[in-house]
């Protein structure tokens, strides 16, 4: 049997080495939009015979049926390709929509021409939006969306519902926190990188760490290596079937305390990290409580956002 994972590029990068290091027979398809050509080529050539690579647009139905023609073993989707950015610069609206609303439906469509029953596809926690009560549970209901990005999660999500129902297949939908920590592909163009890693690399950089607002308010966090992880105890679910989601978040943690973490791992590493608090700050709020049906499977993300942070520091300073 065999895996495709649409999407290799930083979560999707970790996903596809912890399934070839596990024996895995991989395809995937990206059109390097927003990941690294080099660590592709570096498991290319680590895992030769058993990982196949179809460069190309994933909103483009030849694409996909090259990636499923390239081995009929195919039994199951990881959906990862993205036009992931909230970054007003990182793309077009119309590539956004292409890559997050078009290509999750010709995939679904491909499943279907090609019998793979099940898809699992990274989303978002940000679908139950900014105001959360003091417990969220997966049955909570969408709330505000500030971008394209994350507003294209609240249809790819009915989308796989409307799949699951009509076609029978399995869509699990893992809402994934903000992800951090050191992977296969690190980026440094600030647009495509999270709160984390780009204070990580400020720090390094000597440049102020600017935090906004929202700064006091909880955020979801997830290590890179537990979103990887979270997206296979997902598939490996067999009691879940149809259209399911799964929160997968390791802490709640204010994005002002991330600023904090950075500074003073930095400092630990002689580096001078200054702060900046941009605008007026909203009031703290307390974390809420988040629950997973992952637990049901006894998958509990452990990974701490002070060891991504350490970690991450050490290969800024370390790398070229
Ligand atoms: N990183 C996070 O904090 C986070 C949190 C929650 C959910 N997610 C979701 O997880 C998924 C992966 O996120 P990521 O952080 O790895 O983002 P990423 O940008 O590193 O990965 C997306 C990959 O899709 C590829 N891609 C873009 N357009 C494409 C196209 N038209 N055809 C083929 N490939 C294309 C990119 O080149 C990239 O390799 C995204 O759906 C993202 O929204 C990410």
């Given at each position: 049997m065999a895996v495709l994972v649409t999407g290799v590029g930083y979560i999707g990068a970790q996903l596809v080495k912890d399934l070839l290091a596990d024996g895995e027979e991989v395809v995937a398809v990206d059109n390097l939009f927003s990941t690294d050509a080099s660590a592709i080529a570096l498991l290319q050539k680590d895992h030769n015979s058993r990982f196949h690579f179809v460069k190309g647009n994933a909103g483009r139905p030849a694409v996909l049926r090259q990636?499923?023609?390239t081995c009929p073993q195919i039994d199951l989707?990881?959906?990862?390709?993205?036009?992931?950015s909230a970054h007003p610069d990182a793309a077009s609206p119309r590539y956004t929509e292409n890559t997050n609303l078009l290509a999750p439906r010709l995939l679904l469509e491909a499943m279907v021409s090609y019998g793979v029953?099940?898809?699992?596809?990274?989303?978002s926690f940000r679908v139950y939006g900014d105001e959360l009560p003091p417990v969220v549970a997966e049955d909570l209901t969408y709330g505000r969306f500030g971008d394209l990005s994350h507003l294209s999660k609240c249809y790819v999500e009915k989308l796989m519902e409307m799949y699951a129902w009509r076609h029978g297949l399995r869509c699990l939908t893992v809402r994934l926190g903000v992800t951090y920590g050191l992977g296969p592909v690190m980026k440094k163009d600030y647009s495509f990188m999270t709160a984390p890693n780009k204070f990580c690399l400020q720090?390094?950089?000597?440049?102020?760490?600017a935090v906004y607002g929202s700064g006091p308010n909880p955020t979801a966090f997830i290590h890179v290596a537990d979103a990887a992880g979270a997206m296979r105890a997902a598939a490996s679910y067999e009691t879940l079937g149809g259209y399911v989601a799964v929160n997968a978040v390791s802490e709640m943690v204010p994005v002002s305390?991330?600023?904090?973490?950075?500074a003073d791992e930095g400092r630990r590493r002689s580096l001078d990290v200054a702060i900046v608090i941009e605008g007026s700050q909203n009031e703290a709020?307390?974390?809420?409580?988040?629950?997973?049906?992952?637990?049901?499977?006894g998958f509990r993300p452990g990974r701490r956002l002070r060891d991504g942070v350490a970690e991450m520091i050490d290969y800024f300073l370390s790398a070229p």
């Amino acid at each position: 049997m065999a895996v495709l994972v649409t999407g290799v590029g930083y979560i999707g990068a970790q996903l596809v080495k912890d399934l070839l290091a596990d024996g895995e027979e991989v395809v995937a398809v990206d059109n390097l939009f927003s990941t690294d050509a080099s660590a592709i080529a570096l498991l290319q050539k680590d895992h030769n015979s058993r990982f196949h690579f179809v460069k190309g647009n994933a909103g483009r139905p030849a694409v996909l049926r090259q990636a499923f023609e390239t081995c009929p073993q195919i039994d199951l989707v990881f959906g990862l390709a993205a036009q992931s950015s909230a970054h007003p610069d990182a793309a077009s609206p119309r590539y956004t929509e292409n890559t997050n609303l078009l290509a999750p439906r010709l995939l679904l469509e491909a499943m279907v021409s090609y019998g793979v029953r099940t898809l699992v596809y990274a989303s978002s926690f940000r679908v139950y939006g900014d105001e959360l009560p003091p417990v969220v549970a997966e049955d909570l209901t969408y709330g505000r969306f500030g971008d394209l990005s994350h507003l294209s999660k609240c249809y790819v999500e009915k989308l796989m519902e409307m799949y699951a129902w009509r076609h029978g297949l399995r869509c699990l939908t893992v809402r994934l926190g903000v992800t951090y920590g050191l992977g296969p592909v690190m980026k440094k163009d600030y647009s495509f990188m999270t709160a984390p890693n780009k204070f990580c690399l400020q720090a390094t950089r000597g440049e102020k760490i600017a935090v906004y607002g929202s700064g006091p308010n909880p955020t979801a966090f997830i290590h890179v290596a537990d979103a990887a992880g979270a997206m296979r105890a997902a598939a490996s679910y067999e009691t879940l079937g149809g259209y399911v989601a799964v929160n997968a978040v390791s802490e709640m943690v204010p994005v002002s305390s991330v600023a904090a973490i950075v500074a003073d791992e930095g400092r630990r590493r002689s580096l001078d990290v200054a702060i900046v608090i941009e605008g007026s700050q909203n009031e703290a709020k307390a974390a809420p409580r988040v629950l997973s049906r992952l637990d049901e499977v006894g998958f509990r993300p452990g990974r701490r956002l002070r060891d991504g942070v350490a970690e991450m520091i050490d290969y800024f300073l370390s790398a070229p």
